[in-house]
């Protein structure tokens, strides 16, 4: 019986060594082939497999090691002339959401919440090259992962999510419906009065671009309605947007004076405010979207506001959120995912160069490490201020009409100027990927995807009322 086992196992191990033998002389002809001969990591390993030739582990590792060498030298061939070579292989550029493929290489292009996300992604191009999609796949993605999703949106597209997500609140923010509850005014927990009068006054400046004194005006005027209601000793007697409004109202002032052209700006500004959100800003104590994203999705449609209004409540409801994270920076807070479509409205070149820096721009680079993770999507990345784009981690370049948008982008993706050109070569749901971490920029296909049909307003109303009834 020993002398059988013995005879099966000296078998066997020809047999092992034979493939051994077999796969090295493979190896190294292919090697030969590609001119490899010579590098210095692939010698290492090929010593290393005939001197440990008996050990199974050792070899594979090392077998695998130079396969990853000479695969990509394959591709770098099949490219020759390509102007994104190398590209990436094996899990270079994998992430725990999976968006699609490398062209060349057919490695895995992914995103994970840490790093990439929680340090900014920016992706563009032009209508109908894949933003939406590329938006929808993150979305879906992190709820896989478990993580909440904030949109805000004016294509009425991210409604769509209550399909396969019944917790997603759908807020429509205009005048003719009062599902959203907010109150601008209400200073979240463990934050500041003072920083939310500062980040409420500056907003207001910057979204609506009046006189520099009315904001110091409107800032004085808050500061008199906390102290009246007991704010700074810490009640919850918050005054609304509407008692700003009257109080401002009633402040009359001589015509010829400063403050009465500040009290006109800000009376102007307010109601052009408070009448495209009707009852939304009427409510002491407001949705504190800040501690429901631990629990849902939420989806903020704003179509109907303007830009100007557009720029003010997203401008907002992001300082809201990252003042609570940076003031409370012992909490455990849950990784969150926010997307802004048309992202060039809110982070405005323009207004940041006038402003000296947008409340919100300077905001996000301090939350980023309380697990925000900032997806900006736009098509007009010329608009943008150099920090939001410079900054991000990943950045993602769909198909772009030429002109300066392009130029911007070419040079902070440092594209040469035959990559450059590719971007006119590329087809809808693809793009070119550029990331930290990562030494080149590399073409990716995007998974395909068909986008839920669209959910009409009845609906969502009817998918609304239960889930507000819950909040209230």
């Not at 294509?155 to 769509?160: H, S, T």
């Not at 015509?255 to 002491?284: C, Q, V």
């Not at 992202?343 to 207004?351: G, K, V």
């Not at 940041?352 to 905001?363: A, I, N, P």
Request: charged share 30%.
């Amino acid at each position: 019986m020993e002398k059988m086992n013995e005879r099966v196992e000296m078998k066997e191990r020809y047999l092992v060594d034979a493939y051994k033998m077999k796969e090295y002389e493979r190896i190294y002809s292919r090697i030969q082939e590609l001119g490899l001969a010579n590098d210095p990591v692939i010698n290492n390993s090929l010593k290393i497999m005939s001197v440990f030739s008996h050990n199974k582990e050792v070899f594979e590792r090392e077998r695998a090691r130079i396969l990853q060498i000479v695969q990509a030298k394959e591709i770098e061939q099949q490219l020759k002339g390509h102007p994104f070579v190398p590209e990436p292989v094996g899990t270079e550029v994998s992430g725990e959401i999976k968006l699609g493929i490398c062209k060349g290489s057919n490695a895995w292009f992914g995103l994970s919440l840490k790093p990439e996300l929680e340090e900014g992604a920016l992706v563009t191009g032009r209508k109908g090259s894949g933003k939406t999609t590329l938006c929808y796949l993150l979305s879906r993605g992190a709820s896989k992962l478990g993580t909440h999703t904030l949109t805000f949106e004016v294509k009425l597209e991210g409604r769509n999510q209550i399909a396969n997500n019944k917790d997603t609140l759908v807020f429509r923010c205009d005048m003719t419906h009062d599902w959203f509850k907010y109150n601008f005014l209400e200073v979240p927990e463990g934050v500041d009065p003072l920083s939310k009068i500062s980040d409420v006054s500056d907003i207001t400046e910057e979204s609506y671009e009046y006189y520099v004194g009315t904001s110091s005006y409107i800032a004085y005027h808050i500061y008199e309605l906390y102290k009246r209601n007991g704010i700074f000793e810490g009640s919850k007697n918050f005054p609304t947007p509407w008692d700003l409004y009257w109080k401002i109202e009633k402040d009359r002032k001589s015509l010829i004076t400063r403050d009465a052209r500040y009290r006109e700006s800000a009376l102007n500004r307010l109601n052009s405010i408070l009448l495209r959100m009707g009852k939304a800003f009427n409510y002491k104590i407001g949705y504190q979207i800040e501690k429901l994203l631990d629990d849902c999705n939420i989806v903020m449609e704003l179509d109907n506001l303007g830009k100007k209004g557009r720029i003010f409540l997203i401008s907002l409801i992001l300082a809201q959120i990252f003042r609570y994270r940076i003031s409370n920076p012992n909490k455990k807070h849950k990784a969150i995912l926010v997307i802004i479509d048309e992202a060039n409205e809110i982070y405005d070149r323009r207004l940041d160069e006038m402003t000296g820096g947008l409340t919100v721009c300077s905001l996000d680079r301090q939350a980023r490490e309380f697990g925000i993770c900032m997806v900006y999507a736009c098509h007009d990345p010329e608009g943008m201020p150099r920090s939001v784009i410079n900054d991000v981690h990943t950045q993602i370049l769909l198909s772009l009409p030429g002109g300066t948008s392009l130029k911007r982008m070419s040079e902070s993706m440092f594209l040469d100027t035959e990559q450059k050109e590719y971007d006119y070569q590329l087809k809808p749901g693809e793009g070119i990927v550029r990331r930290a971490g990562h030494p080149h920029p590399f073409l990716v296909k995007f998974f395909p995807h068909t986008l839920p049909q669209r959910i009409g307003d009845e609906e969502v109303q009817k998918h609304m009322q239960s889930l507000i009834a819950e909040l209230d």
